[in-house]
């Protein structure tokens, strides 16, 4: 199977290595990159073919990947809609919906949408999939396959879902960061090193992740387990709650997701 990447910046490359680090070969895979240095950086670092535009040599292959900017989405579209035969084309440029990305094709129908998130580049993301009416399950397995080089997948059987996706674990990792962020301002101000402060929230938070993850027990019933009548942490928590933390991040991801749903007609517009 013979995968083109239109669109060689950081997602990209997650997918490209993690394509090769589940035995893919380099000589079936390419991509379309403007700029030298990338290309060069892509053949250096995978050993992969690159070109500087969409041309003939896209029309080989079995599944076409377009990892630009919503905002270059259009143009690209335009310029690869002549190449188009049989190829499923997979796109993770946000925003940009199935129908306006099919008409920009021409029509074409073979399309699989897919909101990504930045973890990818650790091949530790998680990847939500739509899919056309058109894509036929064998194409669906391979863009499942795909994605899942760089980390978990699920499916919406609704488009609009992918907004709700976005707002949850697209930007989700900047919600993290932003908590990160605070504890590691807290352990500073009451007296840890800037280091010490960093490892403790990094590992605390990686630590807790892993067990929600593994234990397949509900957040809440472990974080019962953790907070003890009249402690610390029943502390820390009553006071979260009297800044209505919770209610906030609830309100901070449903306009997120609002502003995914605005985006999505904005870009769409031709």
């Known amino acids: 199977m013979k995968i083109a990447f239109v669109g060689g910046g950081n997602m990209a490359s997650a997918l490209i290595g993690g394509l090769l680090q589940k035995g893919y070969a380099a000589a079936d895979l390419s991509a379309v990159e403007v700029e030298p240095a990338a290309r060069a950086q892509l053949l250096s670092r995978f050993g992969v073919s690159s070109y500087a535009a969409v041309d003939g040599e896209i029309a080989g292959s079995d599944v076409i990947v377009l990892a630009v900017k919503p905002q270059q989405l259009r143009a690209v579209a335009q310029a690869l809609r002549s190449f188009l035969a049989s190829q499923l084309v997979i796109s993770i440029a946000a925003g940009i919906r199935s129908a306006d990305l099919s008409r920009w094709l021409g029509g074409y129908a073979h399309l699989v949408r897919v909101m990504p998130n930045t973890p990818a580049l650790v091949l530790a993301g998680v990847s939500a999939l739509y899919a056309a009416a058109a894509v036929t399950d064998a194409e669906r397995r391979v863009a499942e396959q795909i994605l ?123």
């Open 148 to 270: 899942g080089t760089v980390g978990a997948t699920l499916w919406v059987e609704r488009e609009e879902l992918l907004d709700a996706v976005t707002a949850v674990s697209g930007s989700g990792p900047a919600y993290v960061f932003y908590f990160i962020e605070a504890l590691e301002k807290a352990g500073c101000e009451l007296g840890l090193s800037a280091a010490q402060a960093r490892l403790l929230s990094l590992e605390t938070f990686h630590g807790a992740t892993r067990l929600a993850r593994d234990s397949g027990e509900e957040p809440a019933l472990l974080r019962a387990r953790v907070t003890s009548k009249g402690g610390t942490t029943e502390c820390a928590l009553q006071s979260m709650e009297r800044g209505q933390v919770k209610a906030l991040v609830v309100e901070a991801v449903r306009e997120a997701a609002e502003r995914s749903r605005q985006l999505g007609d904005e870009l769409g517009q031709d």
